[in-house]
């Protein structure tokens, strides 16, 4: 009977030491920085960072100075759309808003000059237009096709664009003539917004975006369009953009 006593017990002290409650751990909440610190014992060197660059594709990189700006430079310079127009030596200003958190540049459109933000995360140049109420339009420099003695209207097009940040606008679609800092493309197209979010009506600094991403995210449709700098590229002598932003400048 010893055995059968002993294994009662033991199992007796199994279903006692099951039915305890496990003692809980209190964690506090926490997080974590990646604070930016520059390497001083790396000194910045452009062109190192550039034939990096090309050769990580393959490409083959001409002589670039950079010490030099691009009116002295003309292999930094965008070569004119047509053969008739004079060599372009292009350049624009991108003035920093609301702590840096866009930075807009003047961009002619039939004649018409509209503060536009530069996005490299989407690819339609869309602007405020008349098209809009007054009460969208609001204190926004709105393009009127009316005034424009080369809009064309693409009939049947459409566009529809959503951000990260649920902001939005939509509307019809044409072709006229753009012109950012200098370069040109002669049959860009626009993309007129007929309905825009609050944010944007808001946002009175800003009357529009320039999409620098991919033309095959471009959200014209049944046809998708092709970007200003997709257009622009075959004529540029370098057919790349970079962007160098500084703080508080």
């Not at 140049?125 to 609001?138: D, I, Q």
């Amino acid at each position: 009977m010893r055995p059968i006593v002993s294994l009662l017990l033991v199992a007796v002290m199994t279903i006692a030491a099951l039915a305890a409650p496990t003692p809980t751990r209190t964690v506090n909440k926490r997080s974590f920085k990646v604070p930016q610190r520059r390497s001083l014992g790396h000194p910045r060197d452009p062109s190192a960072a550039m034939a990096k660059a090309y050769s990580k594709f393959g490409w083959n990189m001409t002589s670039i100075d950079y010490n030099q700006n691009s009116a002295a430079n003309p292999s930094a310079t965008s070569k004119p759309t047509t053969t008739t127009q004079a060599a372009e030596h292009g350049e624009v200003t991108a003035t920093p808003d609301d702590h840096d958190s866009q930075f807009l540049s003047p961009v002619t459109i039939g004649g018409q000059t509209l503060n536009l933000d530069f996005d490299t995360g989407s690819s339609d140049l869309w602007v405020f237009s008349t098209e809009l109420s007054k009460a969208a339009v609001g204190g926004h420099t709105a393009f009127d096709s009316s005034k424009s003695g080369t809009f064309q209207l693409l009939e049947g097009e459409e566009f529809y664009i959503s951000y990260g940040d649920q902001s939005g606008a939509a509307g019809i679609v044409g072709i006229d003539v753009v012109d950012i800092g200098g370069a040109t493309v002669t049959s860009q197209a626009i993309e007129l917004a007929t309905a825009i979010s609050s944010s944007f009506a808001r946002n009175v600094a800003n009357d529009g975006l320039v999409g620098l991403g991919f033309s095959s995210i471009n959200t014209v449709t049944p046809h998708a369009q092709k970007t200003f700098f997709d257009n622009i590229a075959p004529h540029l002598a370098q057919p790349v953009f970079t962007a160098d932003l500084h703080n508080d400048t």
